[in-house]
């Protein structure tokens, strides 16, 4: 059964780091795509980041370019999410996401709150 635990989210000022952890369990890891959402009250999740399972290829939201970096340990089936230069904006609960024999698996979520 495909498990995925986020872990890592905060309260942190505006202009702040974080980095989200996503631990991944119950499928082969290191062949996946892997994935990071985020969602706000009242809104659909939406695409942050995306990885390849080898790490090599990357893509992102355009609203997250250049100061969030996706990457992977595949010899610990993890997933992280450097975020920098956080803004208010990014407030809202991360996910990520794997998509095993066409079904999409999604973790619990973690919070990342930026406010002053």
């Known amino acids: 059964q495909v498990q995925l635990v986020e872990s890592g989210g905060d309260l942190v000022q505006p202009g702040g780091s974080l980095r989200l952890s996503c631990a991944a369990s119950g499928f082969a890891f290191r062949g996946y795509d892997m994935n990071w959402y985020r969602q706000t009250p009242g809104k659909e999740r939406s695409f942050v980041a995306y990885?390849?399972?080898?790490?090599?290829?990357?893509k992102y939201a355009d609203s997250v370019k250049g100061r969030f970096t996706v990457s992977r340990d595949n010899a610990k089936n993890m997933v992280y999410l450097q975020m920098n230069s956080l803004k208010a904006e990014d407030t809202a609960v991360y996910y990520c996401?794997?998509?095993?024999?066409?079904?999409?698996?999604w973790g619990q979520g973690t919070q990342v709150t930026v406010s002053s």
């Open positions: 996401k794997a998509r095993v024999a066409g079904v999409d698996s």
């Open positions: 990885i390849s399972p080898s790490g090599t290829n990357t």
